[in-house]
């Protein structure tokens, strides 16, 4: 018991280093525009890192995260020592101002640590018998695709913020922001889909299928159920999670857990970010009619306008930050508990988790990290409110887009591929490709650098019979 609360209260160490670590993810560009000042700017931040706690119930990528390692080489050792090896990363990185990802040091620490276990304790093992490939191929390839979506998003925005035209460029958000709605709601029946999927023990049977093929007609069983259930989510939200839940029971399968299978639907919901979206876009919106249309246009009010702004895209990768950030540590506290038998699976996690893990991440905020501020607000490019506001409203939605996805993507990756983004549009020159380039190669070591660091950590933890 007591390794495991060495565990926990390091995993919460972790998470205030990430908040004060990534802090400049989204207050970088407010600083460096003058828009708050820094102090004004860490309690703006924190604000909404914690406000992200009541919008994502799914916890889609701290499920992601707990089970990148399959769960016979998870131990407590295994835990302890990935969390060793990704808060000396983060500190050492965080000193020389290099904003690396917290989550690829997390996940980097926690693959090392236990392909160290398992190759200690049985030489014959390949990597693909001790992490999950597929899901770290895929982590590993969004350390690229995350900064260039973010890219490619910012400059998007930044195009139609140029637009000269009023009411063609409010026609062009109203159209991207129809486009975004249709997006949001095609990724809540996906993820629907698989909370049902998982609920009804459609998952678990296929897991325990590959060890022992007996299971095979039991599996069978729970997926033509799952096909049945599946209608019945079509009647959501109208019906609510309860009274879906209920038709299932009713008319599939009565033995079916009801409040489990509540918990799944409602998980799935992601009408608070679509909404949170649409909030932006019609501020967006009215924003420039009033300014441009309703008052008189002048240098001064478009830069006033744009620094308002700001505020509310700043708030919106806050959010993302904490909803993606926090949710890195739920998954490795939820793996520690299934270790050491408390819970059995990721979705019995009680709710103190999130709660510890987006408060110290917001505290985290709290305390700043002034070195990686500056790098990001004013080393890569020189960022006016403007851009400030494009950067940011790219970065959000990439974020808020892979939360659904469930791909544990890095905020500071995200974020300085929406900086280089909009630093690109004014002319490629505007952009500081030579920092640029270091910091890609800082991104590209960090997971290796952190195995390398769990290995070694691990084995040290051997040494004195952990």
């Known amino acids: 018991m007591s390794l495991l609360v060495a565990v926990i209260i390091l995993a919460l160490v972790f998470d205030y280093i990430n908040g004060f670590h990534d802090a400049a993810n989204s207050i970088a560009t407010i600083v460096s525009t003058k828009v708050l000042t820094p102090f004004q700017a860490v309690m703006w931040a924190a604000m909404f890192n914690f406000a992200a706690y009541f919008i994502f119930k799914d916890h889609a990528v701290a499920n992601t995260i707990s089970k990148t390692v399959h769960q016979e080489y998870i131990t407590l050792p295994v835990i302890l020592s990935g969390l060793i090896a990704a808060i000396i990363w983060n500190l050492l990185t965080w000193w020389y101002g290099i904003p690396s990802s917290s989550s690829h040091t997390l996940i980097g620490g926690f693959a090392g640590a236990a392909l160290t276990h398992a190759l200690m304790n049985n030489s014959g093992l390949t990597f693909a018998d001790v992490v999950e490939s597929k899901m770290i191929l895929i982590i590993v390839a969004f350390i690229f695709l995350a900064p260039v979506l973010g890219m490619a998003i910012s400059m998007f925005i930044s195009l139609v913020t140029l637009v000269e035209n009023t009411w063609f460029r409010v026609s062009l958000i109203v159209l991207t922001g129809v486009f975004t709605w249709f997006l949001f709601i095609h990724l809540q029946d996906g993820k629907m889909h698989r909370n049902l999927s998982a609920a009804m023990g459609v998952h678990d049977l296929e897991e325990r299928v590959l060890l022992d093929p007996s299971y095979q007609a039991e599996l069978d069983s729970a997926r033509y159920k799952f096909e049945e259930a599946e209608p019945y ?162 970065g959000a939605i990439t974020l808020y887009l892979t939360e659904q996805m469930g791909i544990p993507v890095s905020t500071t990756h995200t974020i300085t591929g929406s900086i280089i983004g909009v630093g690109a549009i004014k002319r490629l020159s505007a952009v500081r490709w030579g920092v640029t380039i270091n910091l890609l190669w800082a991104w590209i070591i960090t997971i290796p650098v952190s195995a390398l660091l769990a290995a070694i950590t691990y084995w040290c933890c051997t040494l004195f019979g952990l």
């Not at 299932?248 to 679509?274: H, S």
């Not at 009215?286 to 008189?296: A, D, L, P, Q, S």
């Open 233 to 394: 989510l079509a009647m959501y939200p109208k019906k609510g999670a309860e009274g879906v839940a209920r038709l299932i029971i009713k008319e599939v399968d009565p033995g079916l857990d009801q409040t489990k299978l509540e918990r799944a639907i409602a998980n799935g919901d992601n009408r608070w970010i679509r909404y949170g979206l649409m909030f932006f876009i019609a501020l967006y919106c009215f924003t420039y009619i009033y300014v441009e249309k309703v008052r008189t246009p002048n240098a001064y009010s478009m830069a006033k306008m744009f620094k308002r702004l700001q505020l509310a895209s700043s708030a919106a990768v806050s959010i993302g930050h904490g909803g993606n950030d926090a949710q890195k540590v739920m998954g490795i506290i939820a793996a520690a508990l299934i270790a050491n038998g408390n819970i059995t699976d990721f979705k019995d996690m009680p709710n103190w988790v999130p709660l510890a893990c987006y408060t110290m991440i917001s505290l985290g905020t709290l305390s700043g990290g002034w070195k990686i501020i500056k790098t990001m607000g004013t080393r890569i490019t020189k960022v006016s409110p403007l851009e400030g506001v494009c950067a940011e409203s790219g």
